[in-house]
Every structure is written in C-alpha cells, then in structure tokens.
C-alpha cells in the first residue's frame, strides 16, 4: 500500500519508518547525526511550506501535510487493506 504525502508524493507504508513534526526535526540533532538528505531533488528545508517530516528506508522525505495528517492517512490505508483481506 501507499501513502500520499503532498506535493505529488507517495511512499510505499511497509518502508516507512518515521513521521514527525517538522519544527521537531529541524530543531533536534536528529538531522545531523543521522546526515539524511532529501530524497526528492525539488526538496527545500523551508519551515514555512513543511510541516511533518517522513523517513523511510529510501530516503528523507519533507511533506506540506502534519504529522497527525499523515497518521490517520496511514491508518485509513492500514483499515482499507484489512477490509480487502477480511471483507
């Protein structure tokens, strides 16, 4: 399954790992101890058009949508998968 994360963006849900809040990111260590780099080439870091930030085992990813939005994206997908097996 996939999860749309803006900007025309979608990452596979089994490869995700992390999703969290922009300013969290952008104001911890995490960045810099880990050296991510944007997996898209068009990826700014730019606080004000970035809300969440989205990583997964390909590649950082910055999304315009919240971390609470990408949460239930991934749950409704998570659900929409379960009712395709169980009907």
Do not use: C
């Not at 991510?36 to 997964?56: F, G, M, R, W």
């Not at 910055?62 to 929409?80: C, D, G, M, V, Y």
Request: net charge negative.
């Amino acid at each position: 399954m996939y999860v749309s994360i803006g900007h025309e963006s979608v990452v596979k849900a089994s490869e995700l790992i992390l999703i969290m809040d922009f300013n969290t990111y952008a104001d911890s260590e995490l960045n810099q101890q880990w050296k991510l780099t944007p997996a898209a080439e068009d990826t700014q870091y730019d606080n004000e058009s970035h809300k969440s930030v989205v990583i997964t085992t390909t590649g950082l990813y910055f999304s315009p949508l919240s971390s609470a939005t990408l949460q239930k994206r991934l749950k409704f997908t998570h659900q929409n998968k379960l009712n395709d097996i169980f009907g």
